[in-house]
C-alpha cells in the first residue's frame, strides 16, 4: 500500500498483435504519468515490448517477467514496490491442440513490500473460449477448470492470512458459473461483482462482449473504475487506433 493505506492497481491486457511497438510505448507513458503502485499486463508476448515498457515506464523499478523468444504468459508485472518474490507458475496443457497454448499461459504470483504490510499479486491470463459459449458443459469450460485450479493452488501455497489480489484477463464473464465456482473454493470475493459493463471493447461485430478483466480479493477490499476507454494513439500514416482491444481495470486497493 502507498503511505495512505491505498495500495493502486491497473490490470490491461495491452494486445499482442495490430500497430505493437506505438501501442505499447504510448501504454508506457501513459504508465509513467499515472501513479499507481503495481501495473499488471497480459498479452505482453515479445521481449522487447516488454523491455520498452520498462524503460519508458521508468517510475516503476521493480519488474517481473521472463522468457527468451517469447515473455512467458505474455505476462509483465510493474511495481514501485519492491518485490520480496516472483515467480511464473505454467497453467498445465489442455486440448484441444491451439495456437494460444504457445503463449504459455500461467499466472506471475508476486508478494509486495508495502508500507502497510505485504500484499501478494497474481497475475494472471486464461484460456480463451473459442466457441463463445461459457455454460458450464463447454468444452472451454473444462480448460478453464484446469486452468483456475493451478491458480488456485499457486495462492493456496501462499499464507492463508496474506492479503492477495488475483486479477488479469480470465476470459471468463463475471457472471459464469465456472467463475464462481473458482471464487467460492479459492475464498475469494469480486470486487466488481454485479457490475455490467464490458472490459472487452464492443466493436460492431461484438456489440455487447462480457467482462474479461477481473479484480479478485482475498482480505482485501477495493473500489474499481473502468479505464483506458478512449485513449488512443497516432501512428505514422495518421491512423489514431486505441491503445488496446481491452479497457483497463483500476483498483485502490486496502486491508479488509
Known sequence: MAD???LRLLTLNAL????????????????????YDVVCLQEVMAPGSARLLTRLAAAYPHRLYSGAALVKGGLVLLSRR??????????????????ELLMR???????????AGRVAV?????????????????????????ELAALGAALAGLPADLPAVV??????PRDSAVLAEFCAGAGLRDA???????TYRPTPGWPDPPAFDHVLLRGLQAQCRLTLEEDKVTLGDGRAVYLSDH???????RTA
Not at 506505438?22 to 499515472?34: F, S, T, W
Not at 519492491?82 to 495456437?99: H, L, N, S
Not at 499461459?105 to 508500507?115: C, E, I
Request: avoid cysteine.
Open 4 to 6: 495512505d493505506g491505498v
Open 16 to 35: 499482442f498483435k495490430g500497430d505493437v511497438r506505438p501501442r505499447m510505448a504510448a501504454i508506457g507513458e501513459v504508465l509513467q504519468r499515472r501513479a
Open 82 to 99: 519492491p518485490i520480496e518474490r516472483g515467480r511464473f507458475v505454467r497453467f498445465p496443457f489442455t486440448r484441444p491442440v491451439r495456437p
Open 105 to 115: 499461459k500461467g499466472a506471475q504470483v508476486a508478494v509486495l513490500a508495502t508500507p
Open 122 to 146: 497474481l497475475n494472471t491470463h486464461l484460456s480463451a473460449n473459442r466457441d463463445d459459449d461459457w455454460s458450464p458443459q463447454n468444452r472451454y469450460s473444462a480448460i478453464a477448470r484446469v
Open 167 to 172: 486479477t488479469g484477463d480470465l476470459n471468463l
Open 192 to 198: 466488481m461483482a454485479g457490475d455490467p459493463r464490458p
Open 247 to 253: 479497457f483497463g481495470v483500476e483498483a485502490d486497493l
